[in-house]
């Protein structure tokens, strides 16, 4: 939320260090060269899930030889999540501080939060979106409404008749006050089969050089979570009898 494709550019090289081809999605409202959010500009959850399956859609286009893997930071592992239960999933899913960020689930911090939530709609109906300082701002009014109602609510703006049946790997973050481990593990039961499911956690103590378990700031050394992610996958590659020499990651 709020984040622009460039940075996770240490995220994708690292990937590239790996053999993967790797690349970030861009962001509606948060590109360089993307019209902001505002009363004339404005989207939703639907509209960034359609951005990243049209990103699927085209990894397997470029590659059809190639396993195609999602990865959803945050607010990006909702949207996958919305793809990985619909009709066309990626190839498996990797999950990093994504949780369902219902407000039940933050004990010293679900009040704050339900009264954040609570002011968008008044604050986008006066302004047509959610400008700063709010959080997740400049943010589009539909998709900050939705994100709110999911905090009020607990469920997420997408229907789920089936939960993801593809590998999925959700790498916890120690210490990340936004994903706590209750909407984290919230989340990942509404939209994965356990049988795919593998968590990981990423403690402070594994962190390289310079390293951090941080919400966002973990995406500046990311050596330790990629290689994590890159033998889980061969895990996968292994006990399905397949092979991983050419694998994609993209990442929303």
């Known amino acids: 939320m709020a984040v622009p494709s460039k940075f996770y550019a240490p995220l994708v090289a690292a990937f590239d260090e790996h053999g993967w081809h790797a690349r970030a999605l861009t962001r509606r409202?948060?590109?360089?060269?993307?019209?902001?959010?505002?009363?004339e500009h404005d989207w939703s959850f639907a509209d960034e899930i359609a951005d990243t399956q049209a990103a699927v859609d085209?990894?397997?286009?470029?590659?059809?030889?190639?396993?195609?893997?999602?990865?959803?930071?945050?607010?990006?592992?909702?949207?996958?999540?919305?793809?990985?239960?619909?009709?066309?999933?990626?190839?498996?899913?990797?999950?990093?501080?994504?949780?369902?960020p219902h407000m039940v689930h933050y004990r010293k911090t679900g009040i704050g939060l339900g009264v954040m939530a609570a002011t968008i709609p008044i604050v986008t109906r006066v302004l047509g979106h959610v400008p700063k300082p709010w959080f997740g701002a400049p943010g589009a009014r539909t998709l900050m409404s939705e994100w709110g109602r999911m905090v009020w609510d607990g469920?997420?703006?997408?229907?789920i008749e089936q939960r993801a049946q593809k590998p999925t790997l959700a790498v916890h973050l120690a210490g990340d006050s936004f994903s706590v481990p209750a909407a984290a593990r919230?989340?990942?039961r509404m939209i994965v089969e356990p049988h795919a499911l593998t968590r990981w956690r990423y403690?402070?103590?594994?962190?390289?050089?310079?390293?951090?378990?941080?919400?966002v700031f973990w995406v500046r050394h990311p050596?330790?979570?990629?290689?994590?992610?890159?033998?889980?996958?061969?895990?996968?590659?292994?006990?399905?009898?397949?092979?991983?020499?050419?694998?994609?990651?993209?990442?929303?």
């Open 29 to 39: 409202g948060f590109e360089p060269d993307a019209p902001k959010a505002s009363r």
């Open 203 to 215: 403690t402070r103590g594994l962190t390289p050089p310079g390293g951090s378990t941080h919400h």
């Open 58 to 100: 085209a990894a397997r286009a470029d590659r059809p030889e190639s396993p195609v893997v999602l990865l959803g930071h945050s607010l990006g592992g909702q949207l996958s999540g919305g793809v990985q239960v619909g009709p066309r999933p990626a190839d498996g899913l990797v999950l990093v501080g994504s949780s369902l």
């Open 223 to 252: 050596d330790r979570v990629v290689k994590q992610i890159v033998d889980w996958w061969s895990d996968q590659a292994n006990a399905s009898g397949g092979g991983q020499e050419h694998t994609k990651l993209r990442s929303p």
């Open 186 to 188: 919230r989340f990942e």
């Open 155 to 159: 469920t997420p703006p997408y229907e």
